[in-house]
Structures are given as C-alpha cells and as structure tokens.
C-alpha cells in the first residue's frame, strides 16, 4: 500500500483537467471583479495544490481599499475537484501577519484584534459539488482610528464537522491598504 507521501490523489490528465477548468472559474471571477486587486492560481500552484491532501481550494481573491472607518470587499473563489460533494465548508477572514506561519495552529492565532474577524457562509456552512466552483464575499469594517497603512488579510478554508475535529483545507492573503 502506497504511503501518504507517496500517493497520488489525481492522474497527470485529470491534473490537465482541472488546471483547464480553474483557469476558466478564475477568468470568470476575474472578468467579474470590481475591486482595484485581483489574484488567482497559476498552473503550477494548480498542479501543486492538486497533488495534496485536501481540497477543495482557494483558487482566487479580488479585494479593494478604503479609508478609516470605510470597507474593504474581499472576495475568495473555491473550487472542487473532488469526485464528490464537499460539504460544511466555511472561510474565516482576519487581519494579522499569519499568513507566513506554516503552523495551522498558530497561523489561525496571529491575530491584529483592533480589526473584526468574519466567517461565511451561513450556519450550514457551505457545500460543493464536485467540480464546482463559487464565490464567497465578506465586507470587512476599517476601525475609524486605525493607522493608514498596509495591513495583511488572511482567509482559511475549512471543512467543519459537527461532532468530531474539523479539517483544515486552504489558506490565502491579501495585502490591502487604509487610504
């Protein structure tokens, strides 16, 4: 039996695949951003994300700025490549320099507390089909008496479950600014 390291979870054409099909979910939210930034997986993060454990992904984010007081709109695009549904899927969005921690426990910690921490979508969380794709939005509220400067967004997708530990699945950052 193959170990954990060693094992595949998609074959060199689903990989093509898929790399086929992100591209076209990210020239869509890309074409459908209004905000002043804009990422998405290349494919070579593609084929790198495809070749671990969990999925699904965050393949995308488009994020704006705003003065003290005002709103910064995140948007963060997922997609399934599973085979089968994923369910209880949650993102958390916080500002904090955790991105560059590779330690899940202690990434989700790095916290700057003066800003809100959000999590979408509803109660029921998020399901999935496979090789689907969406677009979750979060509206994330600048303190008025925050500095003007660059702060560090971070999102963390997840997998809950209701009665036993959840799955860590993703993570992405976004670097906006307080004009």
């Not at 905000?35 to 965050?58: A, G, W």
């Not at 959000?118 to 969406?134: C, D, K, N, Q, V």
């Amino acid at each position: 039996m193959a170990t954990q390291s060693t094992q595949t979870k998609f074959t060199e054409s689903q990989v093509k695949e898929h790399i086929q099909r992100i591209e076209k979910v990210t020239e869509k939210h890309s074409s459908e951003n209004r905000e002043e930034h804009f990422t998405c997986v290349t494919p070579d993060e593609i084929e790198r994300k495809l070749k671990r454990v969990n999925s699904p992904m965050i393949v995308s984010q488009g994020w704006g700025s705003a003065a003290p007081g005002g709103t910064v709109n995140y948007s963060l695009g997922i997609y399934n490549p599973d085979p089968t549904q994923a369910i209880w899927l949650f993102a958390h969005v916080w500002v904090g320099s955790g991105n560059i921690d590779p330690t899940v426990g202690t990434f989700l910690q790095n916290i700057d507390t003066r800003f809100p921490r959000l999590t979408e979508p509803s109660s029921s969380g998020l399901a999935l089909a496979a090789g689907a794709s969406t677009t979750l939005n979060f509206s994330l509220v600048i303190p008025a008496t925050i500095e003007r400067t660059n702060y560090l967004g971070n999102s963390c997708l997840m997998s809950l479950n209701w009665h036993d530990i959840g799955t860590y699945l993703d993570r992405g950052v976004f670097v906006f600014r307080v004009v």
